[in-house]
C-alpha cells in the first residue's frame, strides 16, 4: 500500500480524540474519556501498522472446547499451549511470535509496576511452565498481565505474525460473576485492538447457544475470520453444506469462512518434522495441504499482509464512527461540546479527501451533517 496515504488522516483523527479526551476528562464526563482514551491507543496501533514498525497481530478466540489452543500451537508449528485454559492466569493475553534464535524465549509483563521477567527456554521446559501456570491460582500468578512467547520452530503463516490468544474471553462465557465478565470484556478490547480476529467453532456444534451469543455480542462487529474445525467430526457434511449452516446460524460473512481440520494438519506437521532432520530443504506444502489449512492460511495473509491498505481503512473508519458516537454522547446527554477548534477538523476532513477513499469521506459527511457538527459549516453538500 502507500504509506503516505493515510498518514496525514491518522495524525488528524488522533489530534481531535486526544482534544476531545482532554476536554472530557476536564468536564468529568468520565465515561466518554475512558473511551476515547481506548481510542488514542488504538489510532496509535493503526500508525505503526501503517507506518510497517510493527508486525501485524491476529487475535484468536474460541468458546470452550472449540479447538482454539490445538489451531494455535500448528499454526506456531509446536506443541506449546496446555489444552485446558491456563487458568491461573485468566486475565493474562498470551501473544506467541517466532524468534531465529534457538531456544524459546518467555517474557512475563504485569499488571503492577513489577518489571518484566523474560528467560531463554528449551520447548520442552516452556510447555512444562505453562503447563505449571494453567494449575497455579496463586496471587503472583493472577498479576501477570501478559505472556509474551518466542518459539524457534517453523510458523505456518509469516514469520513475522503474532498470534495473540485472549483466555480471559473463554472463562466469562457462561459466568455472572463480575470480575469474571470484567476479564471478558478486557479481552474483548484486546481482541479490537488486533489487525485480525480468528473466531473458532467446531463442525460438529454448528448453532450452540454459547457460540451464538457470544458471536453476536462481541466478535460479530470484529469482521472476522471464521473458522469451522474438526472437520472430522463431521464427515458426513460437504464443506460447502458447513459454511451455509454456519451462515444461516450465525449470519456471518461466507467469504471470509472456511473448514479445517486442525489434526489433519497436526499429522502431517509432525511427519514433515521427521522428514525435515533428513532434509533440510523440505517445503511445508504437504502440511499446508493437509486439514485446508492452506486456506486458513489464504484467509489470513490476505487480511494481514502489512502493505494492504483494507485493514488501516476498516479500522480508521470504525475509529471515526466511534469518535462521532463520543461526540454525540457528550452533547446529547450533558450539553458538552467536545469539538476543537474548527481548523482541526478542517484538516482533517480534507486530509481524508486526499486518501481518495470515497467511503471515508462519505462516512465522515454524515458525520458534518449531524447538529454537534453542524455549527462548523464544513460540509458544503444539501443538509
Given at each position: 500500500?502507500d504509506?503516505?496515504?493515510y498518514?496525514s488522516?491518522?495524525?488528524?483523527?488522533?489530534?481531535?480524540?486526544n482534544?476531545?479526551?482532554?476536554?472530557?476528562?476536564?468536564?468529568?464526563?468520565?465515561?466518554?474519556?475512558?473511551?476515547?482514551k481506548?481510542?488514542?491507543?488504538q489510532?496509535?496501533?493503526?500508525?505503526?501498522?501503517?507506518?510497517?514498525?510493527?508486525?501485524?497481530?491476529?487475535?484468536?478466540f474460541?468458546?470452550?472446547?472449540?479447538?482454539?489452543?490445538?489451531?494455535?500451537?500448528?499454526?506456531m508449528?509446536?506443541?506449546?499451549?496446555?489444552?485446558?485454559?491456563?487458568?491461573?492466569?485468566?486475565r493474562?493475553?498470551?501473544?506467541?511470535?517466532?524468534?531465529?534464535?534457538?531456544?524459546?524465549?518467555?517474557?512475563?509483563?504485569?499488571?503492577?509496576?513489577?518489571?518484566?521477567?523474560?528467560?531463554?527456554?528449551?520447548?520442552?521446559?516452556?510447555?512444562q511452565?505453562?503447563e505449571?501456570?494453567?494449575?497455579?491460582?496463586?496471587?503472583?500468578?493472577?498479576?501477570?498481565e501478559k505472556?509474551?512467547i518466542?518459539?524457534?520452530?517453523?510458523?505456518?503463516?509469516?514469520?513475522d505474525?503474532?498470534?495473540?490468544?485472549?483466555?480471559?474471553?473463554?472463562?466469562?462465557?457462561?459466568?455472572?460473576?463480575?470480575?469474571?465478565?470484567?476479564?471478558?470484556?478486557?479481552?474483548?478490547?484486546?481482541?479490537?485492538?488486533?489487525?485480525v480476529?480468528l473466531?473458532?467453532?467446531?463442525?460438529?456444534?454448528?448453532?450452540?447457544?454459547?457460540?451464538?451469543?457470544?458471536?453476536?455480542?462481541?466478535?460479530e462487529?470484529l469482521?472476522?475470520i471464521?473458522?469451522?474445525?474438526?472437520?472430522?467430526?463431521?464427515?458426513?457434511?460437504?464443506e460447502?453444506?458447513?459454511?451455509?449452516?454456519?451462515?444461516?446460524?450465525?449470519?456471518?460473512?461466507?467469504?471470509?469462512?472456511?473448514?479445517?481440520?486442525?489434526?489433519?494438519?497436526?499429522?502431517?506437521?509432525?511427519?514433515?518434522?521427521?522428514?525435515?532432520?533428513?532434509?533440510?530443504?523440505?517445503?511445508?506444502?504437504?502440511?499446508?495441504?493437509a486439514?485446508?489449512?492452506?486456506?486458513?492460511?489464504?484467509?489470513?495473509?490476505?487480511?494481514?499482509?502489512?502493505?494492504?491498505?483494507?485493514?488501516?481503512?476498516?479500522?480508521?473508519?470504525?475509529?471515526?464512527?466511534?469518535?462521532?458516537?463520543?461526540?454525540?454522547?457528550?452533547?446529547?446527554?450533558?450539553?458538552?461540546?467536545?469539538?476543537?477548534?474548527?481548523?482541526?477538523?478542517?484538516?482533517?476532513?480534507?486530509?481524508?479527501?486526499?486518501?481518495s477513499?470515497?467511503?471515508?469521506?462519505?462516512?465522515?459527511?454524515?458525520?458534518?451533517?449531524?447538529?454537534?457538527?453542524?455549527?462548523?459549516?464544513?460540509?458544503?453538500?444539501?443538509?
Amino acid at each position: 500500500m502507500d504509506e503516505k496515504k493515510y498518514t496525514s488522516a491518522l495524525e488528524n483523527l488522533h489530534v481531535l480524540v486526544n482534544l476531545a479526551e482532554k476536554k472530557a476528562t476536564a468536564e468529568s464526563f468520565s465515561e466518554v474519556a475512558d473511551e476515547l482514551k481506548k481510542l488514542w491507543k488504538q489510532l496509535r496501533k493503526i500508525r505503526t501498522l501503517a507506518d510497517g514498525k510493527r508486525p501485524p497481530v491476529v487475535g484468536v478466540f474460541g468458546c470452550p472446547s472449540r479447538g482454539k489452543s490445538f489451531l494455535l500451537n500448528v499454526l506456531m508449528g509446536e506443541d506449546i499451549l496446555p489444552k485446558s485454559p491456563i487458568t491461573g492466569t485468566t486475565r493474562c493475553a498470551i501473544e506467541i511470535s517466532h524468534t531465529s534464535g534457538e531456544k524459546a524465549v518467555l517474557k512475563q509483563c504485569f499488571f503492577t509496576k513489577k518489571m518484566p521477567q523474560s528467560e531463554d527456554l528449551s520447548i520442552n521446559s516452556l510447555r512444562q511452565k505453562l503447563e505449571a501456570f494453567s494449575e497455579n491460582t496463586a496471587k503472583d500468578i493472577q498479576d501477570i498481565e501478559k505472556l509474551e512467547i518466542r518459539i524457534p520452530s517453523k510458523s505456518l503463516l509469516d514469520d513475522d505474525i503474532v498470534l495473540m490468544d485472549t483466555p480471559g474471553a473463554e472463562a466469562g462465557i457462561e459466568a455472572e460473576e463480575t470480575n469474571l465478565l470484567e476479564d471478558t470484556k478486557r479481552a474483548v478490547d484486546m481482541l479490537a485492538e488486533a489487525d485480525v480476529v480468528l473466531f473458532c467453532m467446531r463442525a460438529d456444534l454448528l448453532g450452540a447457544n454459547t457460540d451464538g451469543r457470544f458471536y453476536k455480542k462481541h466478535i460479530e462487529n470484529l469482521k472476522p475470520i471464521n473458522i469451522i474445525g474438526f472437520r472430522d467430526a463431521a464427515k458426513d457434511e460437504t464443506e460447502d453444506r458447513l459454511i451455509a449452516d454456519a451462515a444461516k446460524k450465525y449470519r456471518l460473512d461466507t467469504d471470509n469462512t472456511c473448514v479445517i481440520s486442525a489434526l489433519e494438519t497436526h499429522e502431517a506437521l509432525e511427519k514433515w518434522k521427521i522428514e525435515h532432520r533428513t532434509n533440510p530443504e523440505l517445503s511445508l506444502d504437504s502440511v499446508l495441504e493437509a486439514g485446508n489449512m492452506q486456506g486458513l492460511r489464504k484467509l489470513i495473509l490476505n487480511q494481514i499482509a502489512s502493505k494492504e491498505e483494507r485493514i488501516v481503512e476498516v479500522k480508521l473508519r470504525a475509529v471515526l464512527r466511534q469518535y462521532n458516537d463520543c461526540v454525540e454522547e457528550a452533547y446529547k446527554k450533558e450539553n458538552i461540546d467536545l469539538l476543537p477548534a474548527k481548523v482541526y477538523v478542517a484538516n482533517l476532513y480534507q486530509s481524508l479527501k486526499d486518501t481518495s477513499n470515497s467511503s471515508l469521506v462519505k462516512n465522515f459527511e454524515e458525520c458534518l451533517k449531524k447538529e454537534t457538527f453542524d455549527s462548523l459549516k464544513l460540509y458544503e453538500g444539501e443538509k
